[in-house]
């Protein structure tokens, strides 16, 4: 998706305004979210790599996969902030409040070759989700072009492993205490009834496009 951005990096736009969920989150939640924490990392990551010139003209992937190109004063503020822009990129594209386009035709059947049914992968989808107390919880390709469910605990992200993240909830509470309180389900529930098949759909395209050119390769 932004694969070929590097430092300095920006803040993604999403493609709905932060008033444009009436029934799911509204402006504060989704305001804090997006202009406090999301762009703090994406300012904290600059900060960290504007003295690293080696680094500037790696992309964030890159960066996050190759740890061993870190200084190790900064490693793991480097990892913590590029996997929390990382991670929210995802997560801020995964809704919107226009969700009108349906799943693709070959998500859907990657999807039913895992989970046998889309409504068990949901269920699936949300058990993850109530599980998780601090991080995210994705839906991710593999390498073969399979998708499955992986949960990351805290900031961290799937690109040691490979593995693309191409739906993401983000569950730590910043993201939904101050509408929903505890009551995680709902908020759950609203995510997976927003999910915004035309960013997941792409995703999903641009993850068999690389599978392919990597076997040609
Ligand atoms: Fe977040």
Redesign the pocket.
């Known amino acids: 998706m932004y694969i070929d951005k590097h430092y300095p990096f920006e803040i993604v736009k999403m493609d709905y305004s932060l008033t444009g969920f009436d029934d799911f989150l509204d402006f504060a939640t989704l305001s804090i ?1 997006y202009n406090q ?2 762009s703090g990392f994406v300012e904290e990551l600059n900060n960290l790599l504007k003295d690293e010139p080696s680094l500037q003209p790696l992309s964030l992937d890159e960066i996050l996969f190759n740890e061993h190109l870190l200084n190790d004063a900064k490693k793991n503020k480097i990892i913590t902030a590029g996997s ?1 822009v990382y ?2 990129q995802i ?1 801020f594209n995964s809704i919107s409040p226009k969700n009108k386009t349906l799943i693709s035709n070959s998500l859907n059947d990657a999807i039913i070759k895992k989970y046998q049914t889309l409504t068990c992968f949901y269920q699936e989808l949300k058990d993850e989700c109530m599980k998780m107390d601090y991080g995210f919880v994705f839906l991710v390709c593999d390498q073969n072009g399979d998708v499955f469910i992986k949960s990351i605990l805290g900031n961290n992200t799937t690109v040691k492993e490979n593995l693309c993240p191409i739906l993401g909830i ?1 569950m ?1 509470e ?2 939904y205490f101050l509408k929903y309180k505890n009551n995680k389900k709902a908020y759950v529930e609203g995510c997976i009834k927003y999910i915004n098949f035309d960013f997941v759909n792409h995703e999903y395209e641009e993850c068999l496009k690389a599978i392919k050119k990597l076997k040609r390769s």
Do not use: K, W
């Open positions: 979210h924490i999301y929390g991670n929210h997560v983000d730590f910043h993201a």
